[in-house]
């Protein structure tokens, strides 16, 4: 049963989204950190961090995670913002996380960040596969 579950969660297209998920994460550290090195408070780094990480994941999860090969102005304009909403969705989770974990528990922020980092790759990827990049529409 455990050989089962292995092999259909395992396919190419999980191993390519957690492949650009942790490059996707690594663009939100980099923004992040060298924001707060700059001394730019907290909530504000995690905003920008995320932003620029799911531009990053847009444009890498249609083209190398789930193929998606439409390009109409039409169809972009809607997958794009289906995206965004989703993103912002667990973005949102994200920030509200970080201030629960860092004000209200006193936890180190890095580690509420590798925390809450396993949560949201795994609602991106539901959203994204379920709602987003549906092979069916397209």
């Not at 998920?21 to 995690?46: C, K, N, S």
């Not at 905003?47 to 890498?60: L, Q």
């Amino acid at each position: 049963m455990l050989k089962k579950l292995y092999t259909k969660l395992m396919n190419p297209e999980v191993i390519s989204y957690l492949i650009f998920g942790v490059l996707t994460t690594g663009v939100d550290w980099i923004v992040y950190t060298a924001m707060r090195h700059v001394g730019v408070d907290y909530r504000f780094a995690t905003g920008v961090s995320w932003f620029a990480s799911v531009i990053f994941a847009y444009v890498t999860n249609k083209l190398f995670v789930f193929h998606n090969d439409t390009f109409t102005l039409s169809y972009l304009w809607k997958e794009c913002l289906s995206f965004f909403a989703c993103r912002i969705s667990t973005g949102i989770f994200n920030l509200l996380a970080m201030m629960l974990l860092v004000d209200g528990l006193h936890m180190n922020e890095y580690l509420g960040k590798i925390l809450i980092a396993f949560v949201v790759v795994i609602l991106n990827y539901v959203g994204s596969k379920l709602f987003i990049f549906r092979k069916n529409e397209r």
